[in-house]
């Protein structure tokens, strides 16, 4: 299994541009999600999918939009990029959410840079 | 009050030595709560599991304490390897949603 993987580990964008962030599992597991860490802040959840079909938002959606047309994938898409917008983002999945022991895996990140 | 609090440290500790850190979250109907380390550069991963009798593995104690709404780890015999940032998750039981604490900065000395 290749776990969760994330396309691509570096970006460089000028304001204004929009692009997706790829994200992908092979675990056959219905909850993803997407967080942004930035320095002193921790990680924020973007948006989320409890599975194929379903998407919701998290704390800071505004900027972002997500599908999820299949289990195993889950696309950001940056609308127009804003320096605001900088930061580490993680991709991560579970089996079914995040009850008891149900372990969350997270993506190796992307690295985002807006000018 | 925030949702997930930790004390961002940093924690500088010799090796060898015993240290804990706790997590305080404010929504009492959370379930679910988990820490997870996080090496610098790298993305998080899971630590353990907090279950509500408390928990070991290994070198590591997590400990639930409902009626003050913390839980909290507790590294015996500290390793260099130990140095991280260790985060604090819980499942607000709402709407799924889960929340990372901003993470406690460990140092291992030798």
């Known amino acids: 299994n290749a776990g969760v993987t994330q396309t691509p580990k570096f970006q460089v964008l000028k304001t204004g541009q929009s692009m997706t962030l790829q994200c992908a599992q092979d675990?056959?597991?219905?909850?993803m999600s997407w967080y942004r860490q930035d320095p002193g802040m921790g990680l924020r959840l973007i948006h989320y999918?409890?599975?194929?079909?379903?998407?919701d938002q998290g704390e800071v959606p505004n900027g972002y939009n997500v599908s999820r047309s299949t289990t195993e994938d889950f696309p950001l898409r940056l609308l127009s990029a804003a320096p605001s917008q900088t930061s580490v983002y993680f991709c991560?999945?579970?089996?079914?959410?995040?009850?008891?022991?149900?372990?969350?895996?997270f993506g190796p990140g992307t690295r985002l840079t807006v000018l | 009050r925030k949702e997930v609090e930790q004390d961002p440290g940093p924690f500088n500790v010799p090796e060898g030595a015993t240290v804990a850190f706790n997590c305080t979250y404010s929504?009492?109907?959370?379930?679910?709560f988990f820490w997870y380390r996080q090496d610098c550069r790298k993305e998080p991963k899971l630590l353990m599991s907090?279950?509500?009798s408390g928990n070991e593995d290994g070198r590591f104690t997590a400990q639930l304490n409902r009626a003050s709404q913390y839980i909290s780890l507790l590294i015996r015999d500290s390793k260099l390897s130990d140095s991280a940032t260790y985060l604090c998750?819980?499942?607000?039981?709402?709407?799924?949603?889960?929340?990372f604490g901003k993470g406690t900065r460990l140092h291992i000395l030798p």
């Open positions: 907090v279950y509500s």
């Open positions: 998750v819980v499942n607000m039981n709402r709407d799924d949603k889960i929340i």
């Open positions: 991560a999945s579970s089996y079914e959410g995040l009850g008891l022991g149900d372990e969350q895996f």
């Open positions: 675990m056959n597991h219905e909850y």
């Open positions: 999918s409890v599975g194929a079909g379903i998407t």
């Open positions: 929504n009492s109907a959370s379930q679910s």
